[in-house]
């Protein structure tokens, strides 16, 4: 603790007892896609995940622009980023495989490999994946991927989500026996 002789010293050099907060920085638009352009230089990718700091959510709000078709932004800035060679890809609205399609999926993993235990893909282990929704697997870190990799991405995490309601008894009689009748378990 300081003396009541400290503080008046302190206060006769008009000391400031109150510590402002550090001043954020504002980016331009052009900025923002110079300092884009400069990841992909030094990275030779776009895929910058959302964590990865300012750039990562400003590059999130782009796609999302260029998803709801925003008609200022594909007028003025798509053509930018497309100049810079960036490229944009859009799911197609309310696509989702059914429960039939996946486990047929998994049925042709299980011939493929000789078991049930889909791997993560490598681009998703950083990020939390533990919604299961395809509009959230078709946001993996928010970066921008080609379909057969967000395809992987989507199977991975239905099996995922299928082994948590096998382990929790939430699938019906007659999932748990298709399941059962291919070997799969939870094990």
């Known amino acids: ?58 590059l999130h709000k782009q796609r999302q622009f260029y998803n709801t078709n925003d008609e200022r932004f594909l007028k003025h800035r798509y053509p930018k980023m497309l100049e810079i060679g960036f490229t944009f890809t859009k799911k197609p609205v309310g696509y989702q495989k059914s429960w039939d399609d996946r486990f047929e999926d998994l049925v042709s993993f299980g011939r493929v490999h000789g078991h049930f235990n889909v791997p993560c893909p490598d681009f998703a282990k950083d990020g939390d994946h533990s919604n299961n929704n395809d509009a959230n697997a078709s946001k993996a870190n928010n970066v921008d991927f080609d379909e057969a990799e967000m395809e992987k991405l989507r199977f991975y995490k239905w099996v995922t989500k299928l082994r948590y309601d096998y382990k929790n008894a939430r699938l019906t009689k007659n999932r748990l026996d298709k399941l059962n009748e291919i070997g799969f378990h939870i094990g």
């Open 1 to 58: 603790m300081l003396t009541r002789e400290q503080i008046d010293k302190l206060e006769s050099l008009d000391f400031a007892w109150i510590l402002a907060p550090k001043p954020r920085i504002r980016y331009t638009w052009e900025e923002r896609l110079e300092q884009l352009r400069q990841y992909h230089r030094e990275h030779g990718t776009f895929r910058i995940p959302r964590t990865n700091g300012t750039l990562g959510e400003w």
